[in-house]
Every structure is written in structure tokens, then in C-alpha cells.
């Protein structure tokens, strides 16, 4: 029977998890579509979306007040390029600025507030579970006769980095948090968030005005797919949250 504690705990875990496992795939089909307009081709999307996504949402998810600094400075930073080259800049323009201001926010607020280097360390933990389960997935479409939709690929990137985040936390954060000072490692972290708001922004703000019509095309590619991935994160999400919570591994305590 659950008691009302334990029902508790699985209404948070899934209102958590399913918030960061919505960002997480958005995120994720973004980038995926992103990098296959670059070029990248079989297995290298996959690898790199999911890596990218799960670093940057772990940083959101558990070293939070160091990826809100850095996603406060993304945005200022994003805004001010926009007014300054009038809505009109280059992609890696305006992460570069981003990603600068991002890094010295991160500095100014470690110096504020001391710390270890847990932030890096549950992010480094993010993009070694998104390359693992990039990899596994990359291998388990490879052998299908068709590409999965991206509502079921985020679904299934977000529950295997989930469950594996989880299980490795402790371990890998314990074993990463001394490697950099704590003023290095919340200027990376920050740094990272404050560039990949920045290119969000970028995508949805509809700064593609200077790129021609196969560019603008492929943008819009990217845009419709965000939906999608939307969804199936949220439900990866929130299914595995609520897995692992009844398996022990409780939301109370990596937060």
C-alpha cells in the first residue's frame, strides 16, 4: 500500500522529471536536427545531441544556481549582441559572447560563494551518461530497418541518461569533484549553460535573416522537430523518475 509520503514523493518526482526531461528533449531534437544539417551522418548526431543535452540539463538539474547565473548572463548577453548587430548575428557570434560572459559570471559568483568543483562533477556525470546512452541507442537503431521518430528517440535517450545519471552519480561525483578548483569549475559550467542559451535564443528569436533559403529551410527543420522531442522527453522523464523512485533511488536525496 503507498502511504501518503510515498505518493507524495512520486507526484514531486514526477512533476521533476518530467519538467527536465521536457527541456532535455527539446534540447536534444534541436541539436539533433542541428547536427545533421552540419553534416554529420550515422551514428554522430545521435552521439552528440545526446551528449550536449544531457551535459547541459544536468548542469540545470543539479548544480542549479551555478546554471542559473550562467543562463542569466546567456541571455543578457544574447540580448545585447541583438541589439547592437540589429537582430541580425552570427550563430557562433553570439555564443562566443555568451559563452564569455558566461564564464566570468561563473567566476564572480564562485569567488562569492565558496565552493567545490560538484558542479563540473555532475556535469562531466551528464555527458558521460549522454554518451553512453547516445551510443547504445546509435547501436540499437543501427540494426532497424527504418529511422525511430524523434517523439521515441528523445523518449529513449531521456529515460537510459536518467537511470544512468542516477546510478552513477555518487560514484562519479565523488571521484570528479576535486579535479579543478571551484572557481574553474563554476566558470566552465556557467560558460557552457550561457552559450547554449545563447544559441536557443538565437534559433528562436529569428535571427536568420542573412541565410539563404536552404539555410532558413534547414532552421525551420530544426524548429518543427522541437515538439516532438518536447513530448517524448517528458514522458521518458516522468516514467523514469517514477521508476526510480520506487526502485530506492530517491529525488530527496541528489538534489
Known amino acids: 500500500m503507498i502511504t501518503r509520503d510515498k505518493f507524495t514523493a512520486i507526484v514531486m518526482t514526477l512533476f521533476v522529471w518530467g519538467l527536465s526531461g521536457a527541456l532535455f528533449g527539446a534540447l536534444f531534437a534541436g541539436l539533433f536536427q542541428t ?3 552540419a553534416g554529420f551522418s550515422d551514428w554522430q548526431p545521435l552521439v552528440l545531441a545526446a551528449a550536449t543535452a544531457a551535459m547541459t540539463t544536468s548542469a540545470l538539474y543539479s548544480a542549479m544556481p551555478v ?3 550562467g543562463a542569466t548572463a546567456g541571455v543578457l548577453a544574447s540580448i545585447g549582441v541583438l541589439i547592437v548587430t540589429g537582430r541580425d ?6 555564443a562566443a559572447v555568451a559563452g564569455v560572459a558566461g564564464l566570468l559570471a561563473g567566476s564572480f559568483y564562485a569567488w ?3 565552493g567545490g568543483g560538484r558542479p563540473l562533477a555532475e556535469t562531466l556525470t551528464g555527458l558521460v551518461s549522454g554518451l553512453a546512452a547516445g551510443g547504445v541507442l546509435a547501436l540499437v537503431f ?3 530497418p527504418s529511422s525511430a521518430d524523434m517523439f521515441v528517440l528523445a523518449a529513449g535517450v531521456v529515460a537510459l541518461v536518467g537511470a544512468l545519471f ?3 552519480e555518487r560514484w562519479l561525483v565523488a571521484k570528479g569533484s576535486g579535479l579543478v578548483p571551484g572557481v574553474v569549475a563554476d566558470a566552465l559550467v556557467a560558460g557552457l549553460v550561457a552559450a547554449v542559451v545563447a544559441a536557443s535564443i538565437w534559433l528562436m ?3 536568420t535573416a542573412s541565410l539563404d533559403a536552404a539555410n532558413k529551410y534547414a532552421i525551420d527543420q530544426v524548429l518543427q522537430q522541437v515538439p516532438n522531442g518536447l513530448l517524448g522527453g517528458l514522458l521518458g522523464g516522468a516514467v523514469t523518475g517514477v521508476l526510480l523512485e520506487l526502485f530506492g533511488f530517491h529525488l530527496e536525496e541528489h538534489t
Do not use: H, K, Y
Open 35 to 37: 547536427f545533421v544539417v
Open 67 to 69: 546554471a542559473l547565473v
Open 89 to 94: 548575428p552570427e550563430l557562433n557570434g553570439i
Open 112 to 114: 562569492m560563494v565558496s
Open 142 to 144: 543501427g540494426v532497424l
Open 166 to 168: 542516477q546510478i552513477s
Open 205 to 207: 528569436s529569428g535571427s
